[in-house]
C-alpha cells in the first residue's frame, strides 16, 4: 500500500477520513508526507510552501506552523522570518 498511487481531495477531511479507515494510520502518514512533498512549490527557511483548499478560498500554506497567506509572497516572507529551528519539525 505505501507505493499506492492515493488519488483524492486533500483538502477534503471525509476523504482523509475515509483514506485513513481504508489503509491505516500508517500508510496514510506515508501518503500524506508524499503528497505534502509532490504539492509543495518551494522550501524557504526549511518550510515547504504549497497551494491549499480552505474554508476562505486558496491560501499560501507555510509547512506546519498553522499560518496561511492569499499570495506565494506572503507565505515566503514569513517563512523567511520565522526559520525553521535546526532540531524542530516542519514536515
Given at each position: 500500500m505505501p507505493n499506492e498511487n492515493i488519488?483524492?481531495?486533500?483538502?477534503?477531511?471525509?476523504?482523509?477520513?475515509?483514506?485513513?479507515?481504508?489503509?491505516?494510520?500508517?500508510?496514510y502518514n506515508e501518503a500524506y508526507s508524499r503528497h505534502i512533498k509532490q504539492s509543495s512549490v518551494a522550501t524557504v527557511a526549511g518550510h515547504n510552501i504549497r497551494l491549499v483548499g480552505?474554508?476562505?478560498?486558496?491560501?499560501?500554506?507555510?509547512g506546519n506552523t498553522g499560518r496561511a497567506f492569499k499570495t506565494r509572497e506572503q507565505a515566503e516572507i514569513y517563512a523567511r522570518d520565522n526559520p525553521v529551528i535546526e532540531d524542530g519539525y516542519d514536515e
Open positions: 488519488n483524492i481531495n486533500w483538502d477534503d477531511p471525509e476523504e482523509r477520513s475515509r483514506l485513513v479507515e481504508r489503509i491505516g494510520v500508517e500508510a480552505s474554508r476562505f478560498g486558496k491560501l499560501w500554506q507555510v
